[in-house]
């Protein structure tokens, strides 16, 4: 397995004030966590409904509900306060909220209100992370999706992707209104890790897992320290556009389950699609129907572009990933180690 090492800095660009919104999201908390311990981050403010679980060193904490239908002009108000030059918006969620009108405000309507208030904040750089999943899982994918020449498809799967590529298509919108801003948009990939929750993660921890009889696609991970390092690339230094980031190579499904060491049931796919979502509406399963495609057909991104542009390297394979959380998990079971959020 890879080793940890520390972030270096390849720029000279100066992020001026940070803002972060989302900070009790997981990727927002674990990136307030790496910028808190940064030194090159002088000014730092932290935005959500709820305060961070940890104490803050140098964050300025700010409570504000980006649903709310006055939260852009409260947040015009504080980004001009803290004369804000980098936005990270880690509100979106990277699990679907059960309450699909509330998932709608969050991610669509409260990214128009946090760009709204970029714009009239002059914020110089907006950094938006996303997910590989808005491409969607079709049997007509390539072996390799890239963002310049495949097209997000996830519409067509559920609300949820369909408000990601929402979010996604207002901050390109921002950026063709504003030239002389920056708007990155990062789309990882799932998400392994030691600390890390997602309804991918509990799927995994679960004794069992249903599979679709006669399909076993190829998965791809990133692990949650490589997507901190993607995150200070584009905190440091100015990359604009679309970027996939995913860890170098792909497992079959059946592999990642059984290196997971999980009892899987291969199902029928008549029925399947109905009774995942029926469990999911009654919260028994940890996945609403949309992730069915997702255990037919491939959605493999194409990560050469962020290694390009933004100079990003994983440290850490997709094996190497998945095999960092099943340490974790069963570093848990006997107690040696607890998760945090």
């Not at 803002?19 to 403010?45: A, D, Q, Y």
């Not at 394979?317 to 079971?333: C, I, M, Q, Y």
């Amino acid at each position: 397995m890879a080793s940890k090492k520390p972030l270096q800095d390849n720029s000279s660009t100066s992020p001026g004030t940070v803002v972060i919104t989302g900070t009790s999201s997981f990727k927002g908390s674990r990136l307030l966590r790496e910028l808190e311990n940064n030194p090159r981050i002088k000014n730092l403010v932290a935005i959500d409904k709820h305060k961070p679980q940890f104490s803050l060193k140098k964050a300025r904490f700010y409570r504000l509900d980006l649903t709310e239908t006055t939260a852009d002009a409260q947040l015009t108000e504080i980004l001009k306060k803290e004369k804000c030059s980098t936005l990270v918006h880690c509100a979106l969620p990277i699990t679907p909220p059960r309450d699909q009108a509330y998932s709608h405000e969050l991610i669509s309507v409260g990214t128009m209100y946090v760009l709204t208030a970029c714009a009239a904040a002059d914020v110089k750089k907006i950094i938006l992370p996303t997910t590989t999943d808005v491409y969607g899982a079709f049997p007509t994918n390539p072996n390799f999706l890239q963002e310049n020449l495949h097209k997000p498809k996830g519409d067509l799967l559920s609300k949820f992707l369909a408000d990601c590529m929402d979010a996604e298509n207002q901050a390109l919108s921002f950026s063709k209104k504003y030239p002389d801003r920056i708007v990155t948009i990062l789309r990882p990939c799932t998400i392994l890790g030691p600390t890390v929750q997602s309804f991918k993660t509990r799927l995994l921890r679960r004794f069992f897992f249903t599979t679709m009889l006669g399909f076993d696609p190829l998965i791809q991970f990133i692990h949650e320290d490589d997507i901190m390092a993607a995150f200070h690339l584009a905190i440091f230094k100015d990359c604009p556009g679309i970027f996939n980031i995913v860890g170098d190579g792909v497992l079959p499904l059946s592999r990642v389950l059984a290196i997971s060491g999980k009892f899987h049931i291969p199902l029928p796919q008549i029925g399947f699609k109905t009774l995942v979502q029926l469990l999911w509406y009654l919260d028994i399963a940890p996945a609403p129907s949309s992730h069915v495609n997702f255990l037919r057909y491939l959605c493999i991104a194409d990560g050469s572009k962020a290694k390009k542009v933004m100079g990003f390297t994983p440290r850490f394979s997709t094996k190497d990933a998945l095999l960092s959380f099943v340490g974790a998990e069963r570093l848990r079971e006997i107690n040696l180690i607890e998760l945090n959020a």
